[in-house]
């Protein structure tokens, strides 16, 4: 088993690697994309990392931002600081606006900033005509705090850490718990070996889930999938009957399409239509694939993600802290890793976080 530092450089660096590398597919908002050509991408990616001169041709998006806001917050304070997290969030997006914001956060940034970050909840609460951005930028970033939280080994203690951070820019309960999910996916991941049974670890996110889902809300959101226009073909209601539909695809000897699993599970700019693709992404590379056998586990979860297609850069930034978190820093290729801008950065704030969690 890889050693608590590999791991959680595993998880930073494998976000970083994810965003970078889905970000060139984002653009496309395609249903599926074909393997080989993400695989024909990462061999470019390969060839020019042997040319000294071009590395870091990969630019990190949005979702990298922020997660280097939130490591950065909580290693300076040695917790969560809510205005200083905030501040970050909002002064990056000022300095750096073209890294592929989403389009109404960026509202939440000007507000935060009018406000001098003193009512740090405020402007997400009002987004949306009240009930808040389900968007996925809050599980897309919340991979440090479930580093953070690692050592404590506590559910409800990370749950509140995620929430909290989540909230700054997404109140609605979808994103939150999307967020709330992706941290516990990372955390689980962190505690596994590398021959982890994908069954135990659905039907352990199950069990954390359904408590998550069966608390009374304070707001009056609802605790289902976000309602869009037609619903029609979206069935399936919360995160747990999302994983309940993992949890059959492990079963199956033939695993579902990417069509099947874009349809059904969704890669989708929202979080409940996108966290469960990156979860399922991470399980389903300890498969086999029969176009993938050169490549090792962590490979697979990133090129398997990106060919869910839909909000790739997420999905893959996602699976990538999982896959990371639970196979370590030495699994993610070093010609990934030079040619992908961010990840020195990623590498020294996970040893902050990794410090952070050593002390008693
Ligand atoms: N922004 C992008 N990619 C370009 C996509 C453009 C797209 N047309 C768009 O709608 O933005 N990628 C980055 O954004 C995602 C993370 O977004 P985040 O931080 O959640 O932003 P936001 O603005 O809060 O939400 C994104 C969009 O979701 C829709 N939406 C959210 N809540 C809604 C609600 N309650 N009612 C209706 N619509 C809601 C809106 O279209 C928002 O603009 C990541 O993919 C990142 O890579
Ligand atoms: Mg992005
Ligand atoms: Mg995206």
């Not at 908002?29 to 990462?42: D, R, S, Y």
């Not at 950065?72 to 914001?101: H, Q, T, W």
């Not at 990133?302 to 370590?328: E, F, K, N, Q, W």
Request: glycine share 8%.
């Amino acid at each position: 088993m890889s050693t608590t530092l590999s791991k959680f450089q595993g998880t930073l660096v494998g976000a970083v690697v994810g965003d970078c590398i889905g970000a060139i597919f984002e653009s496309l908002w395609a249903k599926t994309i074909n393997p080989n050509k993400v695989i024909g991408a990462i061999e470019n990616l390969e060839t020019v990392s042997k040319e000294e001169d071009n590395h870091r041709i990969y630019k990190f998006t949005d979702d990298t931002a922020m997660a280097r806001s939130v490591a950065k917050s909580l290693v300076i304070n040695e917790g969560f600081d809510a205005s200083d997290m905030a501040e970050r969030f909002s002064e990056n997006y000022f300095d750096e606006p073209d890294r592929g914001y989403g389009g109404n956060v960026i509202n939440v940034f000007s507000q935060l900033k009018e406000l001098d970050y003193k009512d740090v909840f405020g402007p997400a609460k009002k987004q949306f005509g009240g009930s808040g951005s389900y968007g996925n930028g809050g599980a897309m970033r919340i991979a440090p705090a479930a580093l953070f939280t690692f050592k404590d080994n506590d559910p409800e203690k990370s749950k509140d850490l995620v929430t909290q951070i989540t909230s700054i820019t997404h109140s609605n309960n979808q994103a939150i718990l999307g967020a709330v999910l992706q941290s516990y996916a990372v955390d689980m991941a962190l505690n596994s070996s590398s021959s982890f049974s994908p069954d135990e670890m659905v039907d352990a996110l199950i069990t954390l889930m359904k408590m998550v889902e069966e608390e009374p809300k304070e707001t009056n959101q609802s605790s289902e999938g976000p309602q869009k226009e037609d619903k029609s073909e979206q069935k399936l209601k919360t995160y747990v009957e999302k994983l309940e539909l993992i949890k059959t695809y492990l079963k199956q000897e033939e695993q579902p399409t990417q069509l099947t699993v874009h349809t059904e599970l969704g890669a989708d700019i929202s979080a409940f239509e996108s966290v469960p693709a990156a979860v399922y992404s991470f399980l389903r590379s300890q498969k086999d694939f029969s176009d993938l056998k050169d490549r090792n586990s962590f490979e697979k979860t990133i090129v398997y993600a990106i060919s869910l297609g839909g909000d790739s850069d997420t999905v893959a930034t996602m699976a990538g802290a999982i896959a990371g978190a639970c196979y370590g820093v030495e699994s993610i290729p070093i010609s990934w890793q030079k040619c992908c801008e961010g990840v020195e950065d990623a590498k020294k704030f996970a040893e902050g976080l990794y410090k952070l969690s050593q002390m008693s």
